[in-house]
């Protein structure tokens, strides 16, 4: 008899969500029975939904906006990527109903980026635009590739400083810049970029890019262009790139590389990652 587990995602709103599909076709790939549920969670409901997952034999689950951070007030245990940035994206149920947290969204960021990118970045200078919740994994993922700098765009400046003090606190070793957008000139000497913003999400700001061509085109030849937006596949950014021929990669990598990470936690054993990305390729057709 296989094994057999209950897992889900908690947010608000979920409708976009492509984590029940890419996990179940993740116990599918191991031979596991299961399901996956999607549980829209609004934050006054958030304690309430802690109580009936433990209640009703889940074994563990993703946690996505709004409650990456206070999530973090209800765990017994965490990792030491969510003491690096305060961010759970990943909780596992344990037998006597503790929850322990993890970050895997660092994980799945830097597994995509190709090796020779990798070494290509070492002791140069990136560029995040965006300074939400995101920005926090994608800017720990840069320190771990060893970047020397990384400057970071925000269109409100104010608001993001809070956010950006935290992140000089947790990498005092690497240089950590804060501008406005309209302070953007070139983007030359910089190795790679990401877009951490929604910027180019369907249904919401589908068709837009977070910066425009000109600034594209700015950037070296050797550099990497990374959005983390997976749906669609091909954001205009992403099509910027190509026309650049700037190399690139999209957010679906990132999203199921991280759904591998949460899916080894919550039951000791690797998934077929390609058989997932085809699931959530097929979904989003």
């Known amino acids: 008899m296989s094994e ?25 790939t191991c031979g596991f029975d299961g399901v996956y549920d999607v549980l829209p969670t609004e934050p006054e409901n958030l304690v309430s939904r802690i109580k009936k997952l433990k209640v009703e034999g889940y074994n563990g689950f993703n946690v996505t906006i709004p409650h990456k951070v206070p999530i973090t007030l209800f765990l017994s245990k965490f990792d030491a990527n969510v003491n690096l940035i305060g961010s759970v994206n990943t909780v596992k149920i344990t037998a006597d109903k503790n929850l322990e947290g993890s970050n895997t969204d660092i994980y799945g960021f830097v597994k995509p980026i190709p090796d020779d990118i990798k070494l290509n970045i070492k002791d140069k200078c990136a560029v995040v635009l965006g300074t939400g919740g995101a920005a926090r994994a994608i800017c720990a993922g840069l320190v771990s590739l060893g970047v020397s700098k990384i400057t970071f765009y925000s269109r409100n400046v104010i608001d993001s400083h809070s956010n950006i003090e935290l992140l000089r606190q947790k990498f005092p070793k690497i ?59 091909k954001t205009k950014l992403i099509k910027y790139a190509q026309e650049c021929n700037i190399r690139c990669v999209g957010g679906l990598d990132m999203l199921v590389f991280q759904a591998q990470k ?13 058989a997932m990305k085809i699931a959530a390729l097929e979904s989003l057709m």
Do not use: Q
């Not at 790679?192 to 600034?215: Q, R, S, Y």
């Not at 949460?262 to 390609?274: K, L, N, R």
């Open 175 to 233: 240089k950590i810049e804060l501008n406005p957008y309209t302070l953007m000139d070139t983007l030359r000497g910089n190795k790679i970029l990401v877009n951490t913003t929604p910027a180019g999400m369907k249904n919401f700001l589908e068709g837009v890019c977070p910066i425009d061509f000109n600034k594209v085109k700015t950037l070296d030849d050797d550099a990497f262009i990374y959005d983390i937006v997976y749906n669609p596949v």
């Open 262 to 274: 949460a899916f080894e936690i919550w039951t000791g054993s690797t998934p077929d990652v390609a």
């Open 4 to 28: 057999s587990y209950k897992f889900a995602v908690i947010g608000y709103p979920l409708s976009h969500s492509l984590s029940k599909v890419i996990h179940e076709t993740a116990l599918k």
